[in-house]
């Protein structure tokens, strides 16, 4: 199965749902650095998922599998909350995350508000250095999907080699776009992205 893939991306909720997923996941993940390929991991700690397991044991559990990670994605939250890196400023934090598990892109979003509307924004951290998008208004419809759709952007400008400039504007547009249509399946293809991003989201957007 993983013969003929160069990027294998595994959701973080897979350790706290059962022991046979957790198993599939690391496993995928061992296998899949073995063969050479770049392992995308995704935090998505969920504490509604986990009120009977203890902090301890869901630190261990991520501690497992982020060694096999190439890129991440998370917030400082994770890194905080979870993995108990002391609230030293965001690049001091992912810098030792990094280092420790030999990471080599960790990327994140955050919705928040601006002069009272909803902002989409988004970071990625390569080497030292700290690359954020600007701020991009929406109308969200239906958050669902919404930061797997920034994942997935910046999975492609990594696959298609952008500057961090073109991959965040992409990640953080296909996020909105994605937020601001019903239902969690895309309507729209990369091309409609592109012009979505050439009209500064002027364009009109009809959710299913």
């Not at 296998?31 to 504490?47: H, L, P």
């Not at 979003?109 to 250095?129: A, T």
């Not at 954020?132 to 929406?138: A, T």
Request: net charge negative; aromatic share 12%.
């Amino acid at each position: 199965m993983l013969e003929d893939v160069d990027y294998v991306h595994i959701c973080g909720i897979t350790l706290s749902l059962t022991n046979k997923t957790r198993t599939a996941a690391l496993k995928l993940a061992e296998m899949a650095q073995r063969m050479r390929k770049t392992v995308c991991f995704d935090f998505n700690y969920r504490i509604g998922l986990n009120e009977d397991t203890s902090h301890s044991v869901m630190k261990e559990r991520y501690e497992e599998i982020l060694p096999y990670v190439d890129v991440a994605f998370g917030s400082i939250r994770d890194l905080t909350d979870l993995l108990d890196y002391p609230d030293i400023g965001a690049q001091h934090i992912f810098k030792h995350f990094m280092d420790d598990f030999d990471i080599e892109y960790f990327a994140g979003s955050n919705l928040g508000q601006k002069d009272s509307k909803k902002c989409f924004e988004g970071f990625i951290y390569h080497e030292g250095e700290l690359y954020r998008s600007k701020p991009r208004e929406v109308d969200v419809l239906d958050r669902i999907g919404g930061r797997d759709a920034f994942a997935s952007g910046i999975i492609t400008g990594l696959i298609e080699h952008w500057d961090y400039d073109s991959m965040l504007q992409f990640a953080v547009a296909n996020a909105v776009m994605t937020q601001e249509a019903m239902n969690d399946v895309p309507i729209f293809d990369k091309n409609d992205i592109f012009d979505y991003i050439q009209c500064d989201g002027k364009n009109d957007l009809i959710g299913y």
